[in-house]
């Protein structure tokens, strides 16, 4: 089985920068895409950022600028710098990962961890 593991997430006041890491686990041979999505209660999940395999990266608009997704060099991890927070940034932030092992379309979610920007 596949496991997916989120932690960075905290308190901190707006204007401040956090680093989200998610790591993976398991039988995985490997990954081709990993992201991050968030989700405040009333709202659906959305997405925040993405990257592929290859390198290539994909932002939300409203985050594109304030956000940098990497991967790092073992393939099955991925960060999520953030600066410039905002009190409307408060979620919890979700690592998702597809493609696993050649397998598009079944997907894979951490349990979250929780942001709070404090104004």
């Known amino acids: 089985q596949v496991q997916l593991v989120e932690s960075g997430g905290g308190l901190v006041q707006a204007g401040g920068s956090l680093r989200l890491s998610c790591a993976a686990s398991g039988s995985i041979f490997s990954i081709n895409r990993m992201g991050w999505y968030r989700q405040v209660p009333g709202k659906q999940r959305e997405l925040v950022a993405v990257?592929?395999?290859?390198?290539?990266?994909a932002y939300a608009a409203s985050w594109k600028g304030r956000c940098t997704i990497s991967r790092g060099n073992a393939k099955n991890s991925v960060y999520l710098q953030m600066n410039s927070l905002k009190p409307e940034d408060t979620a919890v932030y979700y690592c998702?990962?597809?493609?696993?092992?050649?397998?598009?379309?079944?997907?894979?979610w951490g349990q979250g961890t929780q942001v709070t920007v404090s104004s």
């Open positions: 998702n990962a597809d493609g696993v092992n050649g397998i598009r379309g079944l997907g894979y």
């Open positions: 990257i592929f395999s290859g390198g290539s990266t």
